[in-house]
């Protein structure tokens, strides 16, 4: 587990940027927290950082939004998926050549994949988190021991 605390926007900013640098297809990283805990904000960033120039914004009642960048990118909020055994494709979704993320995957953990990034921000002030990284399999320790060095 590693953690980090930021203590403005811009320091969230760039350790989302930071991570983006690192991912590769296929990657996949799930988000926790509490409403207003800054999940979307740091996904947006993460997005900026992908070379993603459209408007990001959390996909609450669509479920996902796609988006073109240097890696594709997966965004999906799955707060309002009102049966977590629906089938939205996870297959593909999880296992293409996009970045994946998910706010609130808690949810469908049934249908995560058994490797990934978990992510919990934890509002501690107006600006300040608290991000707690758990990587789960090889990949994501490496890519954490490479973003924390």
């Known amino acids: 587990m590693y953690e980090k605390e930021v203590h403005s926007l811009e320091e969230t900013n760039q350790l989302a940027i930071r991570l983006a640098n690192l991912l590769e297809p296929g990657d996949n990283i799930t988000f926790e927290g509490d409403l207003g805990a800054g999940k979307t904000t740091f ?24 988006y073109e960048g240097r890696l594709p990118l997966n965004h999906l ?31 469908i953990e049934d249908h995560l994949p058994d490797e990934r990034l978990e992510i919990e921000i934890q509002r501690m002030g ?6 707690i990284f758990k990587p789960v399999g090889k990949r994501y320790e490496r890519l954490c021991e490479e973003l924390f060095q």
């Open 43 to 66: 996904i947006k960033a993460l997005a900026k950082g992908l070379g993603i120039s459209r408007t990001v914004n959390s996909p609450t009642f669509t479920i996902m939004k796609q």
């Open 126 to 131: 107006e600006n300040k988190r608290k991000f």
């Open 77 to 107: 909020d799955v707060y309002r998926l009102e049966n977590s055994d629906e089938d939205l494709g996870w297959e593909e979704i999880f296992y293409g050549d996009a970045v994946t993320v998910v706010e609130w995957a808690h949810l």
